[in-house]
């Protein structure tokens, strides 16, 4: 996911895909603790991806001045 594409988002859709993204996240870290995990480098998407998503929706929050 890029930056332009949460930008379009509402808070409550950014909350919504990033409670999706931290669910995908967790069953890609128990699969890594069982040793089937086949793509290492998506857990590092997901993380950035997360990343991003928290910090349009703080920019949401945050008044402009």
């Keep these: 996911m890029k930056f ?11 909350a919504a895909k990033g409670r999706d993204l931290r669910h995908e996240m967790f069953t890609l ?7 089937q995990l086949e793509k290492p ?4 998407t ?3 991806d ?3 998503i928290e910090t349009r929706m ?8």
């Design 4 to 14: 332009a594409e949460s930008k379009d988002m509402t808070l409550v859709e950014l």
């Design 50 to 52: 997360i990343a991003r």
């Design 46 to 48: 997901l993380r950035k």
């Design 29 to 35: 870290r128990l699969q890594q603790a069982s040793a």
């Design 58 to 65: 703080s920019q949401l929050r945050k008044p402009t001045v």
């Design 41 to 44: 480098a998506r857990l590092r």
